[in-house]
Nanobody
């Protein structure tokens, strides 16, 4: 399994970023997927999930209404559009299957939101 996240960066509060996740080594079209994040000193948390066909999504309360998860199965890629970013969104963001996640995590992509 290989999961490669990209798109993170430094942004001011209120700004936007779009993360991407490229997956290989799994049957992507049959896999529900999710975005996780881990802030310094905190446990990794699942913030958004999407069904294999992309028709069903779910969000943590902390990001609901601001983040949008999507996927392109032809490209084996998943996305996370993050709007109205807050300093509390600062974390390393990872992609993986939601339950249970694969043991092989990617390197993640750092998102830093300045106030």
């Amino acid at each position: 399994v290989r999961l490669v996240e990209s798109g993170g960066g430094l942004v001011q509060a209120g700004g936007s970023l779009r993360l991407s996740c490229r997956a290989s080594g799994i049957i992507f079209v049959d896999s529900a997927m999710g975005w996780y994040r881990q802030a310094p000193g905190k446990q990794r948390e699942l913030v958004a999930t999407i069904s294999s066909g992309g028709h069903f999504t779910n969000y943590a309360d902390s990001v609901k209404g601001r983040f949008t998860i999507s996927r392109d199965n032809r490209k084996r890629t998943m996305y996370l559009q993050m709007n109205t970013l807050k300093p509390d969104d600062t974390a390393v963001y990872y992609c993986n299957t939601p339950a249970p996640p694969y043991e092989d995590w990617g390197q993640g992509t750092q998102v830093t939101v300045s106030s």
